[in-house]
């Protein structure tokens, strides 16, 4: 499902910087170099956003969210936070529990571009999910179980502070995307 989530939204990608370049090339050079300085303060914006981001899974993150549920970090409990994002109270996080506790990071993530894609939202909150059940889940069922969970916050990666490469900031293979342009319209 994973897999054709991320096929289906390179797609998406490349659909979106195809009606972009069209968009570039129906212009004159002015408006061309209007937009293209628009579009460079915009990716800046983005660069930026994402250096305030934390990583998926990591202390500062989940502190966060700690905080963000009206808790002091200093207090943080890896069992209550467990259980309260819990939410149907079976003991282990599925997908959407997880991602549930990205949205607000989401959401900062986004807030204050001009360009803000919902298809683009979801898939960094798609991504966060994929990324903690690989690191968390060592039972390998798509589920974070309790005792993974604690387990996970008494270990070195906890504390990793890694850079997240967001979603917003990934490039498309320029390669890939000149075989997708050709494709649509052979010749």
Known sequence: MDEQRKKQFLKYEMEKELRHKMMLRAMNEYD????????????????DHQKKMKHPGAKSQIEGVWEEDGFDKDTFNPKVFFQMHDVDGNGEWDPYELEAIFEKEVEELFEGLDDIDEEEK??????????????????GDGFVQRDEFIEYTKSPDFDAEDPWESVINSSLDEAEFAK??????PE
């Open 180 to 185: 997708f342009e050709k494709d649509l319209n």
């Open 122 to 139: 979801a898939e960094e909150v798609a991504r966060m999910r994929e990324h903690v059940i690989k690191h968390i889940d060592k039972n």
């Open 32 to 47: 061309r170099n209007v937009q293209e300085a628009l579009d460079e303060e915009e990716k800046q914006k983005k660069l």
